[in-house]
């Protein structure tokens, strides 16, 4: 009987196991030429893992490929037809010998070298090194370019060891509390008022006029901002601007650091630095996918006046940003520039805030001197270590400041020439601010 006739005779496939899988003959009906490809990719992605072993797994491929003839021998034909050697061997019957999977043994031979070499965790461990550590090596180079000489972003433990301290901006201090003396003379107040009670033109007499910081509540809502709903979840916002960078920072040359919003997510819901990265980007009006979100809001109806406009979209500083930041991120004490001021709308999350009248010495407001010998200038430092210091001086320095926590839809009014710094205090704030 011919092998042809033979192998003719079962026309239901038979299936075996191949590198684990169970799986038809049939489906190992493989080319030579495309089964020496997949061999290869599988060695070579090996290689790519870990050179080491790799090229030991190359060598078992060849191995495994020196054995088709061998298995196909004792495995498919010769139980089947009861072929000699010396026929299997027949020239004429090369073409009705059905391939080998050696594809499947060359994975097998590969994945245990592999195995035998490193303890079993490290496989899965390095495969999901090499799907999920992208984000993690961006923003470590990321943050070594926005501080190059800081090589312990946790060494102040505010994420660990000081986490309380941390926890306590949570609340305002009370005035006859942590002090020998009444503290209402040093700590002001700021307005808070609902938009529906607000007119522009009360707003504009009241705050405006008089230099005045005020606290809007509900404006997004009134104003039909669609960040309302479009900013419910961080997967819609990935989505929707999966190829733009924000600007999360500079390096010492001033150029611009960026970051995929889906990088950063990861980095914020796994960080412990003590001052994080923080998403404050003024450029995104300049990118085509980026671009919508000038959708998601628009300028309160209180600030209609914008006199950068007149000098042109292209020639005007930067009076826009987009901002996305993590817990214990923030702006150190600052004064906005050209005399401008600004607007910020929180859509989700809470912020805490500290001003100081436009009067108040520059030295003063920083506290520049009651800084101590190896601490940080970060907005953490400053709210957690500087402010308790500031509040403890002598009233006789006259020094007068505004402490309040803004609220997820709120907007905050802070008028030219005033200091100002500001805290995240949850996991993921999102807002806009406008000068």
Request: some cysteine; overall charge neutral.
């Given at each position: 009987m011919t092998l042809s006739k033979t192998l003719a005779r079962s026309n239901k496939p038979n299936c075996e196991v191949a590198g684990g899988m169970m799986?038809?003959?049939?489906?190992?009906?493989?080319?030579?030429a495309e089964r020496q490809a997949s061999a290869l990719c599988v060695a070579l992605g090996i290689a790519v893992a870990d050179p080491g072993t790799g090229f030991l797994g190359l060598s078992w491929w060849c191995v495994g490929y020196a054995c088709e003839w061998l298995w196909a021998a004792c495995v498919q034909i010769v139980p089947r037809v009861g072929l000699s050697l010396t026929d299997l061997l027949h020239p004429s019957n090369h073409h009705m010998i059905p391939p080998s999977p050696s594809i499947y043994l060359a994975f097998a031979t590969s994945a245990t070298t592999w195995t035998y070499f490193h303890p079993p965790h490290t496989i899965y461990t390095g495969l999901f090194t090499s799907i999920t550590m992208g984000w993690r090596r961006r923003l470590e180079e990321a943050k070594q370019k926005h501080r190059p000489r800081l090589k312990d972003w946790g060494r102040d433990g505010f994420a660990t060891d000081r986490k309380m301290d941390f926890a306590a901006l949570d609340y305002l201090p009370s005035p006859h509390t942590q002090y020998r003396q009444p503290q209402q003379h040093r700590t002001g107040t700021v307005d808070q008022v609902h938009c529906r009670d607000l007119s522009?033109?009360?707003?504009v007499e009241q705050y405006e006029k008089l230099s005045k910081p005020v606290i809007i509540q509900?404006?997004?809502e009134a104003e039909g901002w669609r960040a309302t709903e479009r900013w419910a979840s961080e997967g819609a916002l990935r989505r929707r601007f999966r190829k733009y960078a924000f600007k999360c920072g500079e390096d010492d040359d001033g150029r611009p650091i960026r970051v995929r919003l889906k990088h950063f997510f990861k980095y914020v819901g796994k960080q412990k630095d003590d001052?994080?990265?923080?998403?404050?980007d003024s450029t995104y009006d300049d990118d085509k996918e980026a671009k919508a979100l000038l959708d998601d809001y628009a300028v309160p109806s209180y600030f209609p006046n914008d006199l950068f406009s007149l000098v042109g979209e292209k020639r005007r500083p930067p009076y826009r940003w987009f901002l996305v930041g993590p817990k214990r991120s923030g702006?150190?004490?600052h004064i906005d520039p050209l005399g401008t001021s600004a607007w910020n709308t929180v859509l989700t999350g809470r912020k805490r805030w500290i001003l100081f009248p436009p009067s108040t010495p520059r030295d003063l407001a920083k506290g520049k001197a009651l800084y101590r010998k190896g601490e940080d200038d970060e907005p953490i430092n400053y709210f957690v270590d500087i402010l308790p210091r500031l509040r403890a001086l002598p009233a006789s320095e006259g020094l007068v400041f505004h402490e309040f926590i803004q609220e997820e839809g709120e907007t905050v009014f802070v008028p030219g020439g005033w200091w100002h710094g500001t805290y995240l205090l949850v996991l993921v704030n999102f807002s806009f601010a406008f000068c």
């Open positions: 799986v038809p003959c049939s489906s190992l009906m493989l080319s030579r522009p033109e009360a707003f509900g404006v997004p001052s994080p990265l923080y998403i404050f702006t150190s004490l």
